[in-house]
């Protein structure tokens, strides 16, 4: 099986994703309030990703992407723009500068990039595939962060 792109039930919201990112989105007013509406998954591998925030202004898009319950967060940007080959289809161009991963992944790095590559291609236009002919994804080097220990989640570039 691959990566397929659909909108998430609320038995795979509770099932895959829980409380799990809602670190990413402190609302002290309502904890636990996150819900995402759209996904890339892969069941076989028990691997998904999700769009995190960002991409207006100076502020990276963030992505997760998790894999038997490690998660991932994805760093950069995406552009799209008309494919020169099919006038009617979009080309989306994937860029990432940043891999921010917990220690039980460092080894995987290899593994993990095939996923990521897999998973913004399917991923697409905002979750959609539908009239996107091609996505690259473009993996700058020394893209690999790692947390730090502690509970402030501050991240630090891998020496």
């Not at 917990?102 to 290899?110: G, Q």
């Not at 991923?123 to 690999?144: D, F, H, K, Q, S």
């Amino acid at each position: 099986m691959s990566f397929v792109n659909e909108e998430i039930s609320e038995a795979d919201h509770a099932k895959y994703i829980g409380d799990s990112l809602n670190i990413y989105f402190p609302n002290p007013a309502a904890p636990g309030s996150t819900r995402f509406q759209k996904w890339a998954i892969d069941r076989e591998r028990n691997v998904f990703l999700v769009f995190l925030s960002g991409g207006a202004g100076p502020f990276p898009e963030r992505y997760a992407l998790v894999w038997n319950g490690e998660i991932v967060v994805l760093e950069g940007s995406s552009r799209r723009r008309r494919d020169e080959r099919i006038p009617t289809a979009l080309a989306v161009d994937y860029r990432v500068h940043g891999i921010y991963l917990t220690p039980a992944l460092m080894n995987r790095r290899e593994e993990l990039l095939t996923m990521v590559r897999e998973a913004l291609d399917a991923y697409g236009n905002l979750g959609r595939r539908t009239n996107v002919e091609t996505v690259t994804v473009a993996i700058e080097p020394n893209c690999w962060h790692k947390p730090n220990p502690g509970p402030e989640l501050s991240w630090s570039k891998e020496k």
